[in-house]
């Protein structure tokens, strides 16, 4: 079983940028895909960026130019660089790791944007 553990947010002014990291207890290295997640404050969790098989992207159109989702096999863990911040961006995000039939989820990183 991979446990997963988010980091990396926190508060930041609009147009400034972060980096998260999605820290994982075991080997990555049968990882499928990497997605991370947002939840903002009363709306439904929403998708925001994948990174599937290593080499494939996608973006929702939100962010799609802003973030860049990547992993490191060597540091078991995946991150999400995020630059030109939007107070739109502001919620949980949440890095989900999937490994075949089983998919994992970590407890969440919160971001808020504001002046």
């Known amino acids: 079983q991979v446990q997963l553990m988010e980091s990396g947010g926190g508060l930041v002014q609009p147009g400034g940028s972060l980096r998260l990291s999605c820290a994982a207890s075991g080997n990555i290295f049968g990882m499928y895909a990497a997605t991370w997640y947002r939840q903002a404050p009363g709306k439904q969790r929403e998708f925001v960026a994948a990174l599937i098989g290593g080499v494939r992207t996608n973006y929702s159109d939100s962010v799609k130019g802003r973030f860049t989702v990547s992993r490191s096999n060597a540091k078991n863990a995946v991150y999400l660089q995020m630059n030109n911040l939007e107070p739109e961006d502001t919620a949980v995000y949440y890095c989900?790791?999937?490994?075949?039939?089983?998919?994992?989820w970590g407890r969440g990183t919160p971001v808020t944007v504001s002046s």
């Open positions: 989900n790791a999937a490994f075949g039939v089983e998919d994992y």
